[in-house]
């Protein structure tokens, strides 16, 4: 057990199956399939955090039947050729020691028409949250189907090797509508009173066992959403698990936050904060009797995990993000490294980003997510021959290129021309809320120093310089600029905009360096849609700064809308007064006032400002690469030096380049 956190690590009875710690892989979306097959990037994602510790694993939801469709990744529904798949990834993780459950799920009216060509299904035919389209009030016949359906994607789970199922509720799925006196307006024995409203779940939770017999798992994963008077209110859950309980017809249940209704919540993006799920699990828990429960919700640590443990708040907690950060978290944490968990920066970009375009889910910080399969997970294999290396920024490219490097052996040396590392990544972690960022850079300087990599501060080198240290490999990760030219994709015919080499006009970078002299009244031109813009501005205004956002794009936080941050981000300035200027671009800056035109109606009017502050795309700082070109010396180029990216591509290219040294 550990002493660090001895709570999270006391074994658990769960059923037939003993827990060996309290921390779950829970339920998500990974969207990895190939064909509706689970392949090898399937089985190399789920047995990676097998490996690192994760005590049970939920496989990511399979839909039931046709209706219940929802992405583009979703496994084959009604079919038994995913049963040897499946079991490839249940025998790998049990070599573990992982207790291996399968989510099954149907949304109801919440469903998808563009990848389902299947019209939803719901009790009374109720509207879709998820896009403009009605719902089928399902017929007595048709449920009797959904409820076989349930059960057949049962059995194919025993058969695969599962040592148990996990029915999705959550969010308003079609467990909820039949639930909720709202969504279930059914007059039939589906419908009407608090009894009949259960009969759905009843019958379809003694299917199940009847099918797969005492010796499996059963769950129920629910949410809670305060904020969404169209949700099931923690008291009603209460009462709906306690009925269940009485019955014996689950196990345990999961409570999440968020639903259709408010979608924000489900993945909290960094605005909210910690432990969202843990007041609900602590509320379910002390009115239950035998049923475990579980709380998840934005539990990102070790730290996190086990207060919730020893408080008594729940018995068990799912960390997917902060496992999909960092896989081996739980043997972390157990064998007392904590420090060296990489911490989940709660960013949302790549995990739910990817997913809410469609695509196979990674991480930000740990770009091996999702690519297990090639770079054999988070453990990196010894350099076949261990060369010197020179990485030269100490950005998020060049931090992570040293660390691939200097793990697999290598002697590395990494020269920042600043007196701190993590360049502008930096600068976003100086942003409200954002402090998850400058963690990280904590981290990589704890795992810099463990590594016994040479950091050499205020080290700005000449290509004269880099050739005289005679290392056998170069990288540069030497970052990128503010352009400040004023370019903006709404008048991209313009090189430039007028008037921006006047005064009072500012970088974003400057002004998060402390470096602007804005005064009261300040316009941020924001080109991009992501965090740089609106992140500034919330720290300006909480400075008592009258900001000013504008952007060609018809919302502020384009960018941002995949995250799901873009709505609490739009909440949260308008509550510090900034104004947003939408569908507008900015003709010319005259050092007091902004000429705006508006692009819908291409009417023009000027307003004053004290400072305008530019968020537009940087250009690549190319000079160092220029150099070394011209004298013949061979070098790699990552991150923003190479083309100006996210955070993601310059993590993500120097991982790739440090395995390849």
Not at 113 to 125: C, R, V
Not at 493 to 516: C, F, K, L
Request: negative net charge.
């Amino acid at each position: 057990m550990s002493q660090a956190f001895p709570h999270l690590f006391q074994p658990l009875q769960l059923r037939h199956k003993t827990l060996k710690n309290r921390i779950v892989f829970g339920a998500h979306t990974a969207n990895m399939s190939e064909g509706g097959l689970p392949g090898d990037r399937h089985l190399g994602y789920y047995r990676e955090r097998a490996r690192g510790g994760a005590a049970m694993i939920v496989v990511e939801p399979v839909p039931v039947n046709a209706h219940a469709v929802l992405t583009r990744g979703n496994f084959r529904h009604g079919d038994d050729a995913v049963i040897p798949h499946f079991r490839r990834i249940t025998e790998a993780c049990h070599e573990h020691g992982t207790v291996m459950i399968q989510q099954l799920y149907h949304v109801g009216a919440h469903g998808d028409w563009d990848n389902s060509f299947a019209a939803n299904h719901s009790p009374s035919g109720a509207p879709s949250m998820h896009d403009s389209d009605g719902s089928h009030r399902m017929t007595a016949r048709e449920i009797e189907a959904t409820i076989g359906a349930f059960v057949a994607a049962a059995g194919r789970a025993q058969a695969a090797g599962y040592d148990g199922v996990e029915l999705m509720a959550a969010y308003n799925a079609i467990i909820e509508q039949f639930w909720s006196p709202l969504a279930n307006r059914r007059d039939d024995i589906y419908g009407g009173s608090f009894e009949k409203r259960m009969r759905f779940s009843h019958d379809l939770l003694h299917a199940i066992r009847r099918k797969v017999g005492d010796d499996f798992i059963i769950g129920m994963a629910i949410s809670l959403d305060p904020g969404s008077p169209a949700a099931l209110t923690i008291e009603q859950q209460i009462e709906i698990a306690l009925w269940h309980e009485k019955r014996g017809l689950y196990d345990y249940t999961t409570l999440g936050t968020g639903s259709y209704f408010d979608f924000t919540k489900i993945i909290p993006p960094f605005v909210y904060e910690d432990k969202m799920g843990a007041p609900f699990a602590e509320a379910m828990k002390a009115a239950m009797t035998t049923m475990k429960v579980q709380a998840e919700s934005h539990i990102r640590t070790p730290e996190n995990a086990d207060y919730v443990i020893a408080s008594g708040q729940a018995d068990t907690v799912s960390i997917v993000r902060g496992q999909i950060a960092d896989p081996h978290l739980a043997i972390k944490a157990k064998t007392g490294r904590p420090e060296d968990v990489r911490g989940c920066i709660s960013c949302n970009q790549m995990c739910w980003g990817r997913r809410s375009r469609d695509y196979w889910i990674s991480c930000l910080i740990n770009p091996s997510a999702g690519r297990e399969f090639e770079w054999d997970g988070d453990t990196f294999k010894p350099a076949a021959q261990p060369k010197s290396v020179l990485v030269v920024g100490g950005g998020p490219a060049g931090l992570e290129a040293a660390r691939v490097a200097a793990e697999r052996g290598h002697r590395v040396i990494l020269a920042e021309a600043t007196d701190r590392l993590g360049g502008q990544f930096r600068l976003a972690g100086l942003q409200p809320r954002r402090g998850q960022i400058t963690d990280l850079i904590t981290w990589y300087e704890g795992q810099l120093a463990k590594l016994q990599v040479e950091v050499r501060l205020n080290t700005y080198l000449e290509a004269d310089e880099i050739a005289a240290l005679k290392t056998d490999a170069i990288v540069l990760a030497t970052g990128s600029q503010p352009a400040m030219t004023g370019w903006q994709r709404g008048m991209a015919h313009r090189d430039s905009m007028p008037g921006v080499d006047g005064p009072n006009v500012w970088s974003v970078e400057e002004v998060m360096r402390r470096e602007a002299r804005l005064g009261a009244r300040v316009l941020i031109l924001d080109d991009a849609g992501n965090w740089r813009a609106p992140g500034t501005a919330w720290h300006l205004a909480e400075k008592d700064h009258k900001v000013t956002l504008l952007t060609a794009d018809a919302y502020i936080g384009r960018d941002l809308a995949r995250t799901a941050a873009d709505f609490p981000m739009r909440a949260r300035l308008k509550k510090l007064g900034v104004i947003f200027f939408t569908d507008s671009v900015i003709v010319a800056w005259h050092g007091d006032a902004a000429t705006i035109r508006d692009l819908s109606t291409g009417e023009e009017r000027r307003q004053e400002f004290d400072s305008l502050v530019l968020a537009t795309t940087n250009v690549a700082d190319t000079a160092l690469q220029e150099d070394l070109a011209r004298t013949g010396i061979d070098h790699h180029a990552i991150g923003d030096c190479l083309a100006p990216r996210h955070a993601a591509a310059a993590i993500y290219e120097g991982r790739k380049l440090g395995l390849s040294l």
